[in-house]
């Protein structure tokens, strides 16, 4: 098992553009997630989906958008970037939502200038 | 608001010496307490706690949890350099709800 990979791990955008970070689960998970890691402030839920086609919001949902077209795939787009989402980006998958343990992937480093 | 609250922000210590990491929680049905670790890529998972009172060991890092006050310690004995890393705490509620994450707890220990 790969476990949960994402790419790319380091990427830089410029004010404006778009992108989208990649994450996949071989583990058959049906919970995914993404968090954003801010020095001070911990991890912060952006999107999380809990199977294919389901998705919900968040604590920080405003300037992503996700969609989960199958178990594996949950991308992460970005729509028009700002320096407010410099940041580190960490998907991570479950079994189950919530109360088991959650696998966490190596993370995408992101600057925006 | 459901929250969890970590204390302290960061702490620097000495080989060999022990630390206790305190995490405290205010959330709606409550189901679970998480401890990981993060060096410095991902987390890597320590300890689920479910139950009051039931240490969980794994050789020098322990954790239990007290329900009735609303919070888990996670305690590491005999402090080594490889310690240092930030420790998060999470909780897990009931029902199709995400974890609720603490600020985590920066810990460097140095020789």
């Known amino acids: 098992n790969a476990g949960v990979t994402q790419t790319p791990k380091f990427q830089v955008l410029k004010t404006g553009q778009s992108m989208t970070l990649q994450c996949a689960q071989d583990m058959n998970h049906e919970y995914m997630s993404w968090y954003r890691q801010d020095p001070g402030m911990g991890l912060r839920l952006i999107h999380y989906?809990?199977?294919?086609?389901?998705?919900d919001q968040g604590e920080v949902p405003n300037g992503y958008n996700v969609s989960r077209s199958t178990t594996e795939d949950f991308p992460l787009r970005l729509l028009s970037a700002a320096p407010s989402q410099t940041s580190v980006y960490f998907c991570?998958?479950?079994?189950?939502?919530?109360?088991?343990?959650?696998?966490f992937g190596p993370g995408t480093r992101l600057l925006v200038l | 608001e459901d929250k969890v609250v970590q204390s302290p922000l960061s702490l620097v210590v000495h080989e060999g010496d022990t630390v206790t990491l305190n995490c405290s929680y205010e959330v709606t049905n409550f189901r679970s307490l998480l401890w990981y670790k993060q060096e410095k890529k991902a987390p890597t998972f320590l300890f689920m706690l479910t139950s009051s009172g039931i240490e969980k060991k794994s050789g020098r890092l322990s954790s239990i949890l007290d329900k009735k006050e609303l919070f888990s310690i996670l305690n590491i004995t005999a402090t080594q350099t490889g310690d240092s890393a930030v420790y998060l705490c999470?909780?897990?509620?009931?029902?199709?709800?995400?974890?609720?994450f603490g600020k985590g707890t920066r810990l460097s220990v140095i020789a």
């Open positions: 989906s809990v199977g294919a086609g389901i998705t």
């Open positions: 991570a998958s479950s079994l189950v939502l919530g109360s088991v343990t959650q696998y």
């Open positions: 999470a909780v897990g509620r009931s029902g199709n709800t995400p974890l609720v």
